[in-house]
């Protein structure tokens, strides 16, 4: 699992977050909020359409986070109510292509595995999973990617 290194330039999402565990899925949960309010975002959005989780803010001892789900806007988008907004800035990253169902498998490695073994530090910053125009939740082997901060060491 050799993953790409590449800088992301800065970008904007608005979407919904929570901040806590994954305990229940709460993860999954915010996007099935979050789908049904997709269309809200019509006529902001980045081109092409890019959906993020994003978490930030981790409280290692407590195993506590914020997540966000939301999708790429212009930086003049309008905030629905009971939305936020969210600025990720520029940096280098460790890109790790995975699938849905892998998701917390392929996370655990990456932090067991490949990092600990890498010529890489985790870098300060929000860690973000991207689903691109070619990502299809129906299909359980469709392409997602795992972006995690990275500075050589």
Do not use: H
């Amino acid at each position: 699992m050799e993953p790409t290194i590449s800088i992301k330039a800065a970008f904007q999402i608005i979407g919904i977050q929570f901040r806590g565990t994954n305990e229940n899925n709460a993860c999954p949960k915010l996007w099935d909020r979050f789908l049904p309010r997709m269309g809200e975002l019509q006529g902001n959005l980045a081109k092409p359409v890019t959906a993020f989780g994003v978490c930030s803010d981790l409280d290692s001892d407590n195993n506590v986070f914020t997540y966000t789900v939301g999708l790429e806007v212009e930086n003049s988008a309008i905030i629905p109510v009971d939305m936020v907004s969210m600025e990720i800035p520029a940096q280098e990253y460790a890109i790790f292509e995975c699938s849905l169902p892998k998701i917390i498998e392929t996370i655990d490695n990456i932090y067991k595995n490949w990092l600990p073994k890498s010529d890489f530090l985790r870098a300060i910053g929000p860690e973000f999973e991207l689903y691109d125009e070619e990502f299809n939740p129906e299909i359980a082997d469709s392409k997602m990617y795992i972006y995690i901060p990275v500075i050589k060491k």
